[in-house]
C-alpha cells in the first residue's frame, strides 16, 4: 500500500474548489507535486510538456465535468486518444456538483474513470482513492 | 347509352357551375338544383313538342307545336351556350315556360295543362332564383290570368276551348292559384334560408371549435415551455447552487478541525474566509439572477417599443465605463418600431453590451455598432464589435444557463447574461444567435418577428 500519490492534477473552474482541496491534500501530505488547472486545454498544456520533459505524470487527476470550454468529458476523450491511463498508472477521479444520475451512469461505463464523487472531496474520499488499487 | 347520357349531364353541370365550388353559399346550392333540372328539362322540353304538332294536326292549333318547339331551342341554349350569366339562364327558361303556359291556358283553360305550369313556375323560381324573382311570378301569374279573363270577357277567344268556362269558375280558381303560388314563393325561399343559416352556423362552429383548439395547443406549448424552465431552474439550484455551499460547509469542517486541534495558522485561516466570501458572494449573485431569469417577461404586458429611443438610453447608461475604456459607440441606422417588452428589450441590449465590453481585446480599443436590418417577417437588431471573438464550437453553448466559457477567476459574472438574452429573444417569439471567430469579433443578431400580439397602445 503507497501512502502517497507522486503528483496530482487538480481539473476545476473553481478556484476556491482547487483551493480548498489544495489545503487538504497539503495537510494529509498527499503528495509531493501539485498540479492546478482551471481549463482543460490549460491541463492538457501541462500533460504534454511533462512528458515531453519527461518528469512525473500525475497518478491521481481529480477532474470536474462542467468547466467552461472544454468539458471533463472531451478531457476523458482527450486522455485515452492519447493512451495516458495504458501508459501511466492514473487514477481518475471525477469530482461534480452534478448528481444527475445520467452523468454518473456515464461515468460508471467508462472503465478508466476510478471514482465518482460529489464535490468538494473530504479526508475519507483521498483516504480512499489512495488505497483504491 | 349510360356514357353518352353521363357526358351530356357533365356537360350541362358544367356550362352551369364552372369553377363555382363554393359550397357555403346558398347560390351554388341553387345553381345545382338548376342545372339538375335542365338535365331532366331538356329531354322533356323536346318531348313535349309531338303533342303539339298531334293537337295541331286534329284540332288545327298551329300556334302549340311552334311555342313548345321554340321553347326547346331555347332550354337547348340554357343548357349549352356558354358566357351566358346564371340569372339570365334562368329568367330565360322561365321565361320559355311562360310562352308555352300562356298559349296553354288560352286554349285549354283550367283543366288543360297550363294551370299546373302557370303553379310550378312560381315553384321552379323559387327553387333556383333569389326571392323577389318568385315574388314576381306571382305577379305574372295574376297579370296572364287576368290577361285571359279579360279576353274571355270581351269574346276575344270565343273559338277555342277555354270559352266554354263560366267567368265566375275562372277567376274563383285563378284566385286559387294565384293565393297558393304567392304562399310557396314565400314558403321555400324561407325554408332555403333558414336551412342555410343552420348549415353556416355550423361551419361557423366548426372554424370556431378549430380556432379554440389551436389556442388550447398554444397554450399547452407555453405551459410546456415553462415546465421545461422550471426543470432547468430546479436543476441548477440542485446543481449549481448547491456546489458553492457544499463547498463553503467543506472549508468551515476543515477550519474547526484545525481549530479543534489548535493548528491553524492565522494566514490561512485568513485565506480560507476570503474564499468563503467569495463563494457566499457568487451565490446571491446566482439567486439574484436566477430570479431575474424567471422574472423576465412576467410582469409587464407588450407595447409599443421605440427601438431607437432605448438604445440610446442604454448607451447613456454605459457613459460612464465607456469613457473610462475610450469605447466608441455607433448606432448605423434609423431603429423601428416593434412591438414588444421594452424593460426586457434594454436588459437584452446591456447584457450584449456588457459583455462586448467584457471580452474587448486589450490591445484595442472597443468599438461597439448597433443597428437593424428589416426582414419581411420582423426585423433583426444586431450588436457587433471588435472584441476577442469566439469559437464557432460554443456558439451555442454560451446561450446556456450558467455556461462560461472562462474560469471563474478571469471574468467575474454568474454566467447567465446570455441565457437571459435567449429567453428574452424567444418571449417575442424570436430567437438569437452569433456569429464569430476566436480573435475577430462578434456579432449577435436578435430576430424580432412582427407578430399579431395583442398590446397595450
Request: net charge neutral; proline share 4%.
Amino acid at each position: 500500500m503507497t501512502n502517497k500519490f507522486n503528483c496530482i492534477l487538480l481539473l476545476d473552474d473553481d478556484p476556491s474548489v482547487n483551493f480548498y482541496h489544495r489545503i487538504l491534500i497539503d495537510d494529509l501530505k498527499l503528495t509531493d507535486e501539485l498540479l492546478i488547472a482551471e481549463m482543460a486545454d490549460d491541463a492538457i498544456f501541462l500533460l504534454e510538456k511533462r512528458l515531453k520533459e519527461k518528469r512525473s505524470f500525475p497518478d491521481l487527476i481529480v477532474l470536474d465535468l462542467n468547466m467552461p470550454r472544454k468539458s471533463g468529458w472531451d478531457f476523458i476523450s482527450y486522455l485515452k486518444k492519447r493512451k495516458f491511463p495504458e501508459i501511466f498508472p492514473i487514477k481518475l477521479a471525477i469530482v461534480t456538483a452534478s448528481e444527475n444520475p445520467d452523468d454518473k451512469n456515464k461515468a460508471e461505463n467508462i472503465s478508466e474513470v476510478t471514482a465518482y464523487y460529489v464535490k468538494p472531496l473530504g479526508e475519507e474520499e483521498f483516504m480512499e482513492l489512495l488505497n483504491m488499487p | 347509352m349510360n356514357s353518352i347520357w353521363k357526358k351530356y349531364q357533365s356537360r350541362v353541370l358544367n356550362t352551369i357551375l364552372g369553377e363555382n365550388l363554393d359550397r357555403d353559399e346558398l347560390d351554388y346550392w341553387r345553381d345545382r338544383l338548376f342545372a339538375q333540372i335542365l338535365v331532366w328539362f331538356l329531354p322533356f322540353s323536346f318531348l313535349t313538342i309531338i303533342p303539339g304538332i298531334s293537337m295541331w294536326l286534329n284540332h288545327g292549333f298551329i300556334l302549340l307545336p311552334i311555342v313548345a318547339f321554340l321553347r326547346f331551342v331555347i332550354v337547348l341554349g340554357v343548357s349549352f351556350v356558354p358566357g351566358i350569366s346564371n340569372t339570365n339562364r334562368k329568367i330565360l327558361l322561365i321565361g320559355s315556360i311562360y310562352v308555352v303556359t300562356t298559349v296553354l291556358l288560352s286554349y285549354f283553360g283550367l283543366l288543360g295543362p297550363g294551370f299546373i305550369y302557370l303553379f310550378g313556375t312560381t315553384v321552379l323560381a323559387a327553387l333556383i332564383l333569389p326571392k323577389k324573382f318568385a315574388m314576381y311570378t306571382v305577379g305574372f301569374n295574376a297579370a296572364i290570368i287576368g290577361l285571359i279573363s279579360t279576353l274571355l270577357f270581351f269574346g276575344g277567344l270565343d273559338d277555342f276551348p277555354v270559352s266554354s268556362y263560366p267567368i265566375v269558375h275562372w277567376v274563383v280558381i285563378s284566385l286559387i292559384m294565384v293565393f297558393l303560388s304567392w304562399v310557396f314563393a314565400l314558403a321555400i325561399p324561407t325554408l332555403f334560408l333558414k336551412l342555410q343559416k343552420h348549415i353556416s352556423n355550423e361551419e361557423k362552429l366548426k372554424r370556431r371549435m378549430k380556432e379554440d383548439q389551436a389556442q388550447l395547443w398554444r397554450t399547452l406549448g407555453q405551459l410546456k415551455q415553462k415546465t421545461n424552465e422550471l426543470e432547468e431552474i430546479n436543476y441548477i439550484t440542485s446543481h449549481d447552487l448547491q456546489e458553492p455551499m457544499r463547498n463553503i460547509k467543506g472549508l468551515l469542517n476543515f477550519l474547526e478541525k484545525k481549530m479543534v486541534a489548535n493548528k491553524e495558522s492565522g494566514q490561512q485561516a485568513s485565506e480560507i474566509m476570503q474564499h468563503i466570501s467569495s463563494l457566499s458572494d457568487r451565490m446571491s449573485r446566482q439567486i439574484h439572477s436566477l430570479l431575474e431569469y424567471s422574472r423576465i417577461g412576467r410582469n409587464s404586458n407588450p407595447k409599443r417599443v421605440f427601438l431607437s429611443e432605448v438604445v440610446e438610453e442604454t448607451i447613456t447608461e454605459f457613459s460612464e465605463k465607456a469613457k473610462c475604456l475610450k469605447v466608441r459607440f455607433e448606432v448605423e441606422n434609423e431603429l423601428e418600431e416593434v412591438i414588444g417588452y421594452s424593460y426586457e428589450i434594454k436588459q437584452l441590449l446591456t447584457h450584449l453590451i456588457d459583455n462586448a465590453l467584457k471580452f474587448r481585446k486589450v490591445e484595442d480599443e472597443p468599438q461597439i455598432f448597433i443597428g437593424s436590418k428589416e426582414k419581411t417577417n420582423g426585423i433583426v437588431l444586431y450588436v457587433k464589435d471588435n472584441g476577442m471573438g469566439i469559437e464557432a464550437d460554443y456558439h451555442q453553448k454560451i446561450f446556456g444557463l450558467f455556461q462560461r466559457l472562462n474560469p471563474l477567476s478571469q471574468y467575474k459574472g454568474a454566467g447567465i447574461g446570455l441565457a437571459h438574452c435567449k429567453k428574452i429573444a424567444e418571449l417575442h417569439g424570436g430567437k438569437i444567435w452569433v456569429e464569430s471567430k476566436l480573435g475577430s469579433g462578434s456579432v449577435f443578431y436578435v430576430f424580432l418577428p412582427k407578430t399579431q400580439m395583442n398590446y397595450d397602445q
